[in-house]
């Protein structure tokens, strides 16, 4: 059996601290629940399972988001839903789960995709084993992004921040900084042309009281000189990673209505034939998705050369080279045509709802065509989708 994707939507992406940071998670879950059903007239009691993905999980989107995002979005309570976690890859998890549990016959449709708010991630404290903890101070945790309460019985060299870690592979795969703010300048360019030109209209829904015309993170006046002058953020002066050619802190979330064959009257976007992850030294995360889309791609029965475009999430300007430069036999004009996180942001556990979202409409929009959806995720793993038409 296949799965098809049936719709994608999200919301806009908006930058910490900024337009959508007021708005829990669980409710910006429930927006893009609701409007999957309302734009497909579906019955939402139709749905088998809400597969939701979610990497922090430690503030108002603990307790499992999935359920309450549908409880939220009015579903009927015996629509079930559960959330996982593969960290930046989350959403991709979820749409590959629920695919699994379609081409088993397990299931009919299933909705998937993923939520985060890293405006709300709390800070944690560590609770101590003892009923009376003594007298002494406590470390404060970010939850926000990156490592915390590292287990000391792993090596100090893969524990690295993924700042680091992009660091490491820019140097070790001769990567630039100038290539890499020039990667930078051309994802804001592209990302601020396709919404000029509508091709996100169709893929994004508004949260309520809240109008974002575009992702809230695109700057049209950025420029290779302006991102010249920032300083790196993760080395010494040598350094060639900076904010401006790194993805920012991000709020948002997607979903994706997968199904059998027939499950709607409506077309499907896509259907998806691959599907793989692949794991590395947690230090080189950056590189795992180039494994990860070779064998999704040969899982498909497909090679570079039938690819038409790739939606790989740029967490890094260095991490996106990189890949670019292990799929020598991919046209580099085919990767993120329309921006990337760059320029659009990386909410964690709701980018990989967006890239693999943004490929089955543009299929759509095309006609036909093969695409491949990659994703890097911290501690060392890669994960891809191919989807056609």
């Known amino acids: 059996m296949t799965t098809f994707v049936y719709d994608a939507v999200r919301t806009p992406f908006g930058r910490a601290g900024g337009a959508l940071a007021a708005v829990r998670p669980d409710d910006l879950a429930a927006v893009v629940m609701k409007a999957t059903v309302e734009r497909t007239g579906l019955d939402p009691a139709r749905v088998d399972d809400v597969i939701f993905g979610d990497a922090n999980q430690a503030g108002e989107d603990n307790r499992n988001v999935a359920r309450m995002g549908a409880l939220l979005a009015g579903f009927p309570t015996t629509v079930t839903g559960v959330t996982v976690n593969r960290l930046c890859a989350s959403s991709v998890e979820a749409v590959i789960q629920g695919s699994r549990a379609i081409d088993s016959g397990d299931v009919d449709l299933v909705l998937a995709g993923g939520v985060e708010s890293m405006s709300r991630a709390p800070y944690v404290v560590e ?79 508004q949260v309520p009281g809240i109008v974002l015309a575009r992702d809230e993170g695109i700057r049209d006046d950025t420029s290779i000189e302006k991102l010249a002058g920032l300083r790196a953020l993760f080395a010494d002066s040598e350094g060639t ?149």
């Open 127 to 205: 609770k101590s084993p003892r009923p009376w903890p003594s007298v002494g101070n406590q470390t404060l945790w970010n939850t926000a992004i990156g490592w915390r309460m590292t287990n000391p019985r792993l090596p100090e060299d893969w524990t690295i921040s993924n700042g680091e870690a992009a660091e490491l592979i820019a140097r070790e795969w001769g990567i630039t900084r100038d290539a890499q703010d020039a990667f930078a300048v051309r994802s804001h360019r592209l990302a601020a042309a396709a919404w000029a030109e509508g091709l996100y209209d169709a893929e994004t829904v």
């Open 241 to 389: 990673v900076t904010a401006g050619n790194s993805s920012p802190i991000n709020d948002g979330a997607s979903a994706v209505l997968l199904g059998r064959e027939h499950a709607l009257t409506a077309e499907p976007l896509a259907r998806i034939t691959g599907r793989a992850s692949h794991g590395v030294d947690p230090d080189r995360f950056p590189i795992a998705p180039i494994e990860a889309a070779n064998k999704a791609l040969t899982r498909a029965g497909r090679t570079w050369a039938d690819v038409d475009f790739v939606e790989l999430n740029e967490a890094f300007a260095s991490q996106s080279l990189a890949c670019l430069a292990g799929w020598p036999e991919l046209d580099p004009d085919k990767l993120n045509i329309h921006g990337g996180a760059l320029a659009i942001g990386h909410p964690l556990g709701a980018s990989g709802g967006r890239i693999i979202g943004h490929a089955a409409h543009e299929l759509a929009r095309r006609g036909r065509g093969i695409a491949v959806a990659a994703i890097c995720i911290g501690v060392g793993q890669g994960l891809a989708v191919v989807l056609e038409r």
